[in-house]
């Protein structure tokens, strides 16, 4: 299947700083990809929709301020964490998804996820 | 609007014993009906899906699922529950392009 990959894998930051998650979908195309969180023993919330070339769409309750998204290429979304506080440690979790065949089913492909720690 | 309530957040079953993991679903749209499998510490593992072909899915693992319309039901069952089977269980329903919408998750516990 199609391969998702999340960088950095892990990353401990000191509170105020910024930080960058990379998304990549490494053997396809994907003009769409979804961000999630999630929280120590809770389930997937989605957090954004990033859409290639424009702007992205943010769940109820998301800060699009805090939690910038870029879709800058048909491979790669970035979410960055501004000012980052220690509320926002979880465990961010990137998908695509892609078309199965000439069906209208278009499965998800999930990054292995980055765990942010704020100190 | 979509939904989906896994029932029972914590399964504990013996090893070599049934694993039944409940999910009901809630679609204005047929649904697309996915599990995931989720260690500590690590990314999702997609078990098995239900797209609309074979109400009887088969995964990874020897995990299967059956869709009952009637029901709502996705239920998640493996006939013999092994030791390294103890993860968090994500049921998730989806339409296609849109984001999956996910359950709380079950917590599986296999004891010896």
């Known amino acids: 299947g199609a391969v998702v990959s999340q960088h950095p894998s892990w990353v401990i930051c000191k509170s105020g700083t910024s930080v960058k998650i990379e998304c990549r979908s490494l053997?396809?195309?994907?003009?769409?990809m979804f961000w999630y969180r999630q929280f120590p023993k809770q389930s997937l919330m989605l957090m954004a929709t990033?859409?290639?070339?424009?702007?992205?769409?943010?769940e109820q309750g998301v800060e699009k301020d805090k939690f910038l998204i870029n879709h800058a290429s048909l491979t790669l979304s970035t979410l960055t964490v501004t000012s980052a506080h220690p509320e926002d440690s979880s465990f961010y979790i990137c998908?695509?998804?892609?078309?199965?065949?000439?069906?209208?089913?278009?499965?998800?492909?999930f990054g292995p996820g980055t765990r942010l720690t704020v100190l | 609007a979509q939904s989906v309530t896994q029932l029972g957040s914590h399964v504990s079953v013996s090893e070599g014993a049934l694993v039944l993991l409940r999910c009901n679903y809630s679609?204005?749209?047929?649904?697309?009906l996915f599990w995931y499998v989720q260690y500590p510490n690590q990314g999702l593992q997609l078990l098995l899906k239900?797209?609309?072909?074979?109400?009887l899915v088969k995964g990874i693992n020897g995990f299967e699922a059956e869709f009952k319309k009637s029901e709502t039901s996705f239920h998640l069952t493996k006939p013999s529950a092994h030791m390294s089977d103890a993860a968090e269980y994500f049921c998730?329903?989806?339409?296609?392009?849109?984001?999956?919408?996910f359950g709380k998750g079950t917590r599986l516990s296999v004891i010896a």
């Open positions: 998908s695509a998804p892609q078309r199965e065949g000439r069906t209208a089913y278009n499965e998800q492909f």
């Open positions: 053997d396809f195309q994907a003009t769409t």
């Open positions: 998730a329903v989806g339409s296609g392009n849109t984001p999956l919408v």
């Open positions: 679609s204005s749209v047929p649904p697309y």
């Open positions: 990033s859409n290639e070339g424009s702007k992205a769409t943010y």
């Open positions: 239900y797209t609309s072909a074979a109400t």
